[in-house]
C-alpha cells in the first residue's frame, strides 16, 4: 500500500513529500502535501490517526479536504 501511494504522490501537482518524523527515539512515516509550489506562507494543518490507522489513510480522512481549498 505505501508502496503504490507513494508512486501516485508523484503524480499529484505539486508532488506529495514522503518524509519521516524523529518521534521518541524512532521514526514516524509522514506525508507534506503543499496546496501549490509558492513561497506564500499557509495555514498547516496536521493529521494524526490512531493505532488503528495507515498514514495513507490519512489522506483521504482530512488531507484531501484541505488541499482542495487552496
Known sequence: MR???RKAAALFDPAFE???VP???GRLP???MRSEESSI???TLIVLGGGDT???DLYFW???AAL???
Open 3 to 5: 508502496r503504490c501511494f
Open 18 to 20: 514522503d518524509l519521516e
Open 23 to 25: 518521534f521518541e527515539g
Open 30 to 32: 509522514a506525508y507534506v
Open 41 to 43: 506562507p499557509r495555514p
Open 54 to 56: 495507515y498514514v495513507e
Open 62 to 64: 482530512g488531507a484531501a
Open 68 to 70: 482542495s481549498r487552496r
